[in-house]
């Protein structure tokens, strides 16, 4: 008879026989039961490391019901994920608590009906154990699909509509961060300060732009509606609000933006006007992102702990969500003012 010119796959019988244990002891002792000894235990992971077994995912998931994997979506383009480093940041926070549990990562975006109908159907079919949410606007109806599936959901940041459930969330402290900015500027004598705020269709763009608006009357100032133009956190966003906001009339001596990013769009316009920073106009960020630092002039910014964030959904989504051992839970992470040299 011909032998076979490859070395057979181990398989959990082979194990068993090896340990001197039933099949399903080691079935056991591979999905964690606690129901084994610890000699037993210990002798099929010998046999396992001895014979290099190696279990079969399908077959373990159709028998836990879990797929060791966990999907972040983001709710933007492709084009803007790989553009934003906020992104970055989240996924490298949830990838590091991740990676400790033995969880793989896997990372989509969606905008769009088509896309959402495409996700959420994906999502909702077992093929992960949880998903962390992130950057979602008011029409994104991912929130709805995903919780009528029942798939373990963490939100990162509040959906805009109070209607979308998100009993998991982990948020920034947008409101406050924004109030602190914008008050900066006033401390620091300036009379028109401006806005240039997020999108109105996102909870944080909305949140920063109460920020401003709170810490303006705090401070006994009417607002001037010339004073606020909305982008879309992004650097041309930013640029193009910039040159609407020059343009408006509202001659704004100091300016709160809503993200690094636009802040550097419109430090751009402000040299094309060949106006001086902060000497004709003072610039206050928010985020803290690298490019912050390396703006020129260094962007006074407010530090949102965005890898902690990531690290928080994960760790809510694996130890509470998944496991059901809570109904809710929120949490919301500070900010803090980083003063730099435009403001």
């Known amino acids: 008879m011909a032998k076979s010119g490859g070395r057979q796959r181990p398989t959990l019988e082979m194990v068993a026989e090896r340990a001197g244990v039933g099949r399903g002891t080691v079935s056991r002792v591979i999905n ?7 000699r037993t235990r210990e002798a099929v992971h010998t046999a396992i490391a001895e014979l290099g ?7 373990r998931t159709l028998v836990t019901r879990r797929t060791d994997t966990i999907a972040l979506v983001v709710s933007e383009s492709r084009d803007r994920l790989l553009a934003d480093p906020f992104f970055a940041d989240i996924i490298r926070g949830a990838s590091s608590v991740l990676h ?8 989509t975006t969606a905008r769009g ?13 077992s093929h992960v154990d949880g998903v962390l949410l992130v950057s979602l606007h008011r029409d994104d109806p991912l929130t709805v699909l995903l919780a009528e599936s029942g798939v373990p959901v963490v939100h990162g940041g509040r959906p805009y509509s109070p209607s979308q459930p998100a009993p998991f969330c982990v948020d920034i402290d947008n409101f406050n961060g924004a109030r602190t900015a914008t008050g900066h500027l006033l401390e620091s004598g300036h009379q028109r300060v401006a806005t240039i705020t997020g999108p109105q269709d996102m909870n944080a763009g909305v949140e920063r732009l109460r920020g401003y608006r709170d810490s303006m009357a705090e401070a006994g100032r009417g607002v001037d509606e010339r004073l606020i133009v909305q982008g879309d956190f992004s650097v041309e966003g930013g640029a193009e609000a910039m040159v609407r906001l020059l343009d408006q009339g509202g001659d704004p001596d100091a300016v709160f933006v809503a993200s690094d990013m636009m802040a550097v769009g419109a430090i751009r316009v402000l040299r094309e006007r060949g106006l001086a920073i902060p000497g004709d106009i003072a610039l206050v960020g928010f985020d803290d992102t690298l490019m912050a630092q390396h703006s020129d002039p260094p962007l006074t910014t407010v530090h949102q702990p965005t890898v902690k964030m990531g690290q928080e959904m994960a760790r809510l989504l694996v130890d509470v969500a998944i496991p059901r051992t809570a109904e809710s839970e929120t949490v919301l992470l500070e900010t ?7 403001a």
């Open 100 to 107: 400790e549990r033995d969880l793989q990562l896997m990372l």
């Open 53 to 59: 077994y190696s279990p079969n995912q399908a077959a």
């Open 113 to 125: 009906e088509t896309e959402h109908k495409r996700v959420g159907e994906y999502l909702s079919g």
């Open 336 to 342: 803090h003012l980083v003063v730099r040299e435009t």
């Open 32 to 38: 964690g039961s606690s129901q084994v000894s610890p």
